[in-house]
């Protein structure tokens, strides 16, 4: 069931949002990132997508390729209440309706409130711009490192 909700979320997504370098090459190759030392960004990104049974999202504009990176950068897990503040994040990076909507149906449905909503979108709104980003060039960096070169604290905050 949750396979089938990512699979209509990323195709809603990819409908009516403006593709974002939908052509870029971006991959997950999660046996060479398992092998870098801990802490570095490849490590956890690898662990996080073990840790919760993800495989990479090979689907997609750039943004929906990297939206676990953006996870780990962030410090959101992937429960409901995280998952609409990496939204709001998100939609203060670019723009995507889909975000939006998203935001809105997790304030409509009390998933989330507006505080965590607005920390989350300031967040994205004061980092670096994560789409000029060169990911795959910090696979070798601590994760520490990464976050404070792009200007990211993180918000993990999982209410669930």
Request: net charge positive; charged share 20%.
């Given at each position: 069931?949750?396979?089938?909700?990512?699979?209509?979320?990323?195709?809603?997504?990819?409908?009516?949002?403006?593709?974002?370098?939908?052509?870029?090459?971006?991959?997950?190759?999660?046996?060479?990132l398992?092998?870098?030392?801990?802490?570095?960004?490849?490590?956890?990104?690898?662990?996080?997508?073990?840790?919760?049974?993800?495989?990479?999202?090979?689907?997609?504009?750039?943004?929906?390729?990297?939206?676990?990176?953006?996870?780990?950068?962030t410090?959101?897990?992937?429960?409901?209440?995280?998952?609409?503040?990496?939204?709001?994040?998100?939609?203060?990076?670019?723009?995507?309706?889909?975000?939006?909507?998203?935001?809105?149906?997790?304030?409509?449905?009390?998933?989330?409130?507006?505080?965590?909503?607005?920390?989350?979108?300031?967040?994205?709104?004061?980092?670096?711009?994560?789409?000029?980003?060169?990911?795959?060039?910090?696979?070798?960096?601590?994760?520490?490192?990464?976050?404070?070169?792009l200007?990211?604290?993180?918000?993990?905050?999982?209410?669930?």
């Open positions: 069931m949750q396979e089938l909700q990512t699979r209509v979320v990323l195709w809603i997504a990819r409908t009516i949002n403006p593709q974002v370098y939908a052509n870029r090459k971006f991959s997950i190759n999660l046996e060479e398992r092998q870098l030392p801990k802490s570095t960004l490849g490590h956890e990104v690898a662990r996080f997508l073990d840790q919760n049974g993800f495989n990479p999202i090979n689907s997609g504009d750039w943004i929906q390729r990297t939206h676990d990176v953006w996870h780990v950068l410090g959101l897990q992937p429960s409901k209440h995280d998952e609409f503040m990496l939204q709001a994040f998100t939609r203060a990076q670019v723009f995507r309706p889909s975000s939006t909507i998203l935001v809105l149906v997790g304030l409509l449905t009390r998933q989330i409130n507006f505080t965590n909503i607005l920390k989350a979108y300031r967040s994205g709104k004061l980092v670096k711009h994560l789409v000029e980003w060169d990911i795959e060039s910090e696979w070798q960096t601590p994760l520490a490192q990464v976050r404070q070169k200007g990211i604290f993180p918000l993990g905050t999982s209410k669930e």
